[in-house]
């Protein structure tokens, strides 16, 4: 880190406080607060995190302003358009690109890794068959680690790359399961002849009284949306993350508590929010001039689902990949005429026109398109968020096992402002 520091004076005491500044490779450098405590007796104040690293990392860079996202210095564009989603996985856990023997290797150890212990598909009889597949997919990767005691020593690499695997391999096994189980349909076991998404799609839609092919197009839009959704820098699930592991919980229990936090509709649960709010649009006979109303309106909690970002001030390069796979699948489709999808095309033009979207910087983000996409695509909507966690799933775990041999790893434990009740005693 540079030697450059930053000078923090108390107007009032007159006390200054010298903090050291740290530089990266891109992006706003960070002065490091720790010794603002010591020096002026001040904590710092950042409800949501809105300008605090909380930890230094090599794995994604984004920039909100310039809308770059790269992974491993890869911009997302040439990975889109490229790579695959296991080979994306392969860079985000190592952090180089594999060579052909080394991307073999892991998509073999991957696709040996796709069953799950038999025990864990009796675990799901205790949900309702109507169970949203969310809740079945954090508590099923949550008890996982009852079944892998042969690997929970998270200060051994070993056993941190074998659970790193299981969990890449098991989530779309577990994802369909709970799929299947809510139509009461029989399990579809993984075929490890078969890629990473197609044994997913065969796993969700086949059935053992016929064969099934998966529609390529269908294949290549979810591989991109899967490349898409891999990683996110510092996001509320993957901070989620590294601060269930960072006090040496197990890996099984911490990307449940990332795909909880995944699950919230202005978070991971977006995509599904989205075609939720079209199908409201479009059957509540309120015209979509009241629900842009409604949206700018301070006093209304309604928000445009899909549009914003914490970070896309411009626009989202992922929402920019996106669409043409959107566009594309809907033509082929011959969907884009249905009123959902033009509705949704509308509430674009909208929102991209309006002053008040564009003063607010507010743009179809990752989700508006995504939502689109699957529901084309038939996937059903309580499994959109579902489909995000999986993809999501190498990011966790890759921020998980940067933090694991970060040597500044320390429990995290924020401070707060307190505004309650000055000290008092019990009445006599
Ligand atoms: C994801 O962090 C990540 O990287 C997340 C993600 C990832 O890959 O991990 O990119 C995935 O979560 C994408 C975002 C999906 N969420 C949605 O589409 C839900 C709708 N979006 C909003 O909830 C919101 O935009 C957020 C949560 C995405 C961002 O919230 P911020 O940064 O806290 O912004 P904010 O809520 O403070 O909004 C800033 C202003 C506010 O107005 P003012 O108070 O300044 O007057 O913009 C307004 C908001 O009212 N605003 C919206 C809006 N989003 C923000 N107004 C209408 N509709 C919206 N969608």
Known sequence: MSEKTVTVSDDTTGNKVQLALHEGTHG?????????????????????????????????????????????????????????????????????????RQKEEFEYIISNHTMVNEGVRRFYEGFRYDAHPMAILVSTIGALSAFYHDSLDITNPRHREISAFRLIAKMPTIAADSYKYSLGQPFIY?????????????????????????????????????????????????????????????????????????WGPAHGGANEAVIQMLEEMLNSGVSLEDYIARAKDKDDSFRLMGFGHRVYKNYDPRAKIIRQVCNDLLDELGAENQPLFELARRLEQIALEDDYFIEKRLYPNVDFYSGIILRAMGIPLNMFTVIFAMARTVGWIAHWMEMMVDPELRIGRPRQLYTGKGQRDYPE
Do not use: W
Request: hydrophobic letters at 40%.
């Open 28 to 100: 706003a450098p960070c002065f490091d607060i720790g010794s603002l405590h010591e020096g002026l007796g001040y904590f710092t104040y950042d409800p949501g995190y809105v300008c605090t690293a909380s930890c230094s990392s090599a794995i994604t860079y984004i920039d909100g302003d310039e809308g770059i996202l790269l992974y491993r210095g890869y911009p997302i564009e040439q990975l889109a358009e490229k790579s695959s989603y296991l080979e994306v996985c392969y860079l985000l856990l190592y952090g180089e690109l594999p060579d052909q």
């Open 190 to 262: 993984p075929l490890n002849a078969l890629g990473y998404v197609e044994n997913f799609l065969r796993m969700m839609f086949a059935v053992p009284a016929e064969g099934y092919q998966p529609n390529p197009t269908f294949v290549r839009a979810l591989e991109i949306i899967f490349i898409l959704h891999a990683d996110h820098e510092q996001n509320a699930s993957t901070s989620t993350v590294r601060l269930a592991s960072s006090s040496g919980a197990n890996p099984f229990a911490s990307i449940a508590a990332g795909i909880a936090s995944l």
